[in-house]
C-alpha cells in the first residue's frame, strides 16, 4: 500500500501541466469537492451545494463566480460520483465549466485513502465589446470577439481517519486547445491541505488546517484555517490567506441544510478600495446508509 501511494504521488509531480487559473473559495473546507475530485469519497448521501462570491466589491469588472456542486456515494460503497458547474467572470472574460468526477475508495485500515479524477469542459469568451477607447476604432482593440471551448481532465488524493485528514490535487491537470495543438494555459497548479480535529467536549470541536495552492510564476498561496463547531450545529472560523486577505466565516446546520457566509477583509495596499469579498453558501443533504466514516469538515 505504501509504494502505490508514493507512485501516484511521483505521478502528480511529474504531470503538474499548465492550468486555467480557477476560483478559490473561502468556504472549500465544507466541500472540497471544489478542489479535489476524490473528495466525494467522504459523502453518505447525496449533497447539493451552490456558492455564489462577489470580490473586491468596489472595483469594477472583479471576479464575480457561481459554482454548484452535486456528489454521492454509490451502493457499492467504495465508488463516488460528483458533478460541478462553474460560472466565473471577471473583467472582458466569462468562464463556463462543467465537470464530472469519479473516486474509488480503498481501506488502508487506519483509514480510507480516495483516488479520483475528473473530466469535463471549459467554455470561454472575451467580450471586447466591453473595452472603452479614446480612439474610435483603434485596431489594437478592434478584434473579434473570443470563443473557446477546451476539454479538460483534473485528478486528486484523498486521505482520511475519524479526525485527521489531508488531500492533494490538480483541479484542472490538463486542458487541450485543438486551435493551438497546446495541452495546458496559463498556469501551473497544484493544491495540498490536511488538518485535525480536536474534540474540546462532548459539544464543541475544533479544526485546525492548512492549504496550500501553488501556481507558475507566482509566490505559494499558503491558508491557515480554525474552525469550531458547537453542537454540529454552529460553524465559525477564521483564515489568514497569507498576504491577501483575512476571512470570517459562518456556518449554521438545520435539518438537511446548511447555510454559509463568508467575508474576505482584503489586506495590504488595495485594500483601500474595496470593501472586501463577499461569499454565500446553501447546501442540502439527502442521506441513506452506507458504511463509510464521516467527512471532515476542515
Known amino acids: 500500500m505504501k509504494k502505490t501511494l508514493i507512485g501516484v504521488l511521483c505521478i502528480f509531480a511529474v504531470f503538474a ?19 479535489n475530485p ?13 456558492y455564489y462570491k462577489k470580490q473586491w466589491v468596489g472595483f469594477e469588472g472583479t471576479p464575480s463566480t457561481l459554482s454548484g456542486t452535486l456528489q454521492s456515494t454509490l451502493k457499492k460503497e467504495k465508488i463516488s460520483i460528483g458533478l460541478i458547474f462553474l460560472n466565473d467572470t471577471y473583467g472582458l472574460k466569462t468562464q463556463n465549466d462543467l465537470s464530472g468526477s469519479f473516486a474509488y475508495r480503498i481501506n488502508t485500515g487506519k483509514g480510507k485513502l480516495g483516488l479520483g479524477i475528473s473530466g469535463g469542459m471549459s467554455a470561454i469568451y472575451n467580450d471586447q465589446n466591453k473595452i472603452n477607447t479614446t480612439d474610435n476604432g483603434d485596431p489594437a482593440f478592434s478584434g473579434t470577439n473570443n470563443y473557446k471551448v477546451l476539454p479538460k481532465i483534473g485528478m486528486g488524493l484523498y486521505y482520511n481517519t475519524p479526525n485527521f485528514f489531508s488531500g492533494i490535487s490538480i483541479p484542472q491537470w490538463l486542458i487541450y486547445d485543438k486551435e493551438t495543438h497546446t495541452t495546458g494555459i496559463l498556469a501551473r497548479s497544484l493544491v495540498g491541505y490536511s488538518g485535525y480535529s480536536l474534540k474540546i467536549n462532548p459539544q464543541i470541536t475544533i479544526t485546525p488546517s492548512l ?13 491557515y484555517n480554525l474552525t469550531a463547531t458547537w453542537k454540529k450545529i454552529i460553524t465559525a472560523g477564521v483564515s489568514y490567506r497569507m498576504y491577501n486577505a483575512v476571512v470570517f466565516l459562518f456556518q449554521y446546520h438545520w435539518e438537511n441544510f446548511d447555510l454559509g457566509y463568508a467575508y474576505d477583509y482584503t489586506i495590504g495596499p488595495i485594500s483601500k478600495y474595496t470593501a472586501g469579498s463577499h461569499e454565500f453558501m446553501i447546501s442540502y443533504a439527502i442521506k441513506y446508509e452506507v458504511s463509510v466514516p464521516d467527512p471532515k469538515k476542515f
Open 38 to 50: 476524490a473528495y466525494a469519497t467522504g459523502q453518505d448521501g447525496l449533497n447539493a451545494i451552490m
Open 17 to 35: 501541466a499548465k492550468a486555467q487559473h480557477f476560483p478559490l473559495f473561502s468556504q472549500y473546507m465544507f466541500n472540497g469537492l471544489v478542489i
Open 211 to 223: 492549504l496550500i495552492k501553488f501556481l507558475s510564476a507566482t509566490p505559494a498561496q499558503v491558508d
